[in-house]
């Protein structure tokens, strides 16, 4: 992905910036690509939050500031958290992101300091539609943007074999739609990444991500020129050699339990791959690929509240 400058130098990425307020969940989806399910309990330091956004607002603008985890509103100082990204000026927009699980319990800040609540649905968790439309009367009464995303299907994520095949390696980079479409880069604990697969999958192989090379060190000089360059570099993380990227099989969502969450991917990258998908965004990076439905303003399928 080529960067675009501002006329201050500044690196503007046209879409998301991510900041993980949890990396655990109440939830336990299989092929979860943050690995939340089994992430031990981890709360992110509003401080550090604003401390690190801020540094890089001198160099780095995006769109909006997603904030998710795991499930965000595990955070008990979650309108903090939002506080300190509003402080920072590194984006407009606040987004949250969340499973909807408690978020009929979120604080009225919490609908009113956002600019757009994502809740994403999926078939094993599926929330009542007369807790939807409340979500919605809220929604309208905050001024608040409603986006409910229904999620039958995943994808593989990340394997715990991976591969030693480079030239697969490099193909699975470049059509990583989450790098190069999406655009979901990662600020956490003093790093800037350029996905957030980039910090968890070395957190998961117990190691420490900051080692790994594939963050860059936020600093408190102008780095902008190092950034550009950690950005637009053509070589995968290192992370790649485990990761699915955007290409991984397909299948149902489910949940599962958390001792058996890592069993179910120790087979190698290659016997978790969508070949055929890898060739199509081979030819075209932009095609859809995950099959999430955005719902309108109607009800959740019949099928998924009797499921």
Not at 17 to 36: K, Q, T
Not at 63 to 84: C, D, N, R
Not at 171 to 195: D, L, N
Request: proline share 5%.
């Amino acid at each position: 992905m080529a960067t675009t400058g501002l006329s201050d130098r500044r690196i503007y990425n046209p879409r998301g910036c991510e900041v993980n307020a949890v990396l655990h969940c109440n939830l336990r989806c299989r092929s979860c690509s943050h690995l939340s399910p089994i992430m031990p309990p981890w709360f992110a330091d509003p401080e550090r939050v604003f401390h690190d956004l801020s540094r890089m607002a001198r160099c780095y603008h995006c769109e909006f500031v997603k904030i998710l985890g795991g499930e965000p509103l595990l955070h008990s100082q979650l309108t903090e958290i939002i506080h300190a990204i509003r402080e920072s000026s590194i984006a407009q927009r606040v987004v949250l992101c969340t499973n909807g699980s408690l978020l009929h319990s979120a604080k009225d800040e919490v609908w009113s300091m956002v600019d757009e609540i994502e809740i994403s649905v999926y078939p094993s968790n599926v929330i009542p539609n007369d807790r939807l439309e409340d979500f919605r009367r809220r929604a309208r009464d905050h001024n608040t943007n409603l986006s409910v995303r229904l999620s039958p299907v995943f994808r593989e994520s990340y394997s715990e074999l991976g591969t030693e095949d480079g030239n697969l390696i490099d193909r699975i980079f470049h059509t990583c739609q989450i790098a190069h479409v999406w655009r979901c880069h990662t600020v956490h604990e003093g790093y800037f990444y350029r996905c957030p697969q980039s910090y968890f999958i070395h957190r998961l192989r117990h190691a420490k991500p900051e080692d790994s090379g594939d963050g860059l060190e936020i600093r408190d000089d102008d780095f902008a020129d190092d950034l550009r360059r950690h950005i637009d570099s053509a070589m995968g993380p290192a992370a790649c050699r485990w990761c699915l990227g955007s290409v991984g099989r397909r299948f149902a969502h489910e949940q599962v339990p958390r001792r058996q969450w890592a069993e179910l991917a120790k087979e190698p990258t290659e016997a978790l791959l969508d070949r055929r998908l890898l060739t199509e965004l081979e030819g075209d990076i932009n095609e859809e690929s995950h099959g999430k439905v955005r719902l309108e303003d109607g009800p959740i399928p019949d099928a998924w509240t009797k499921s």
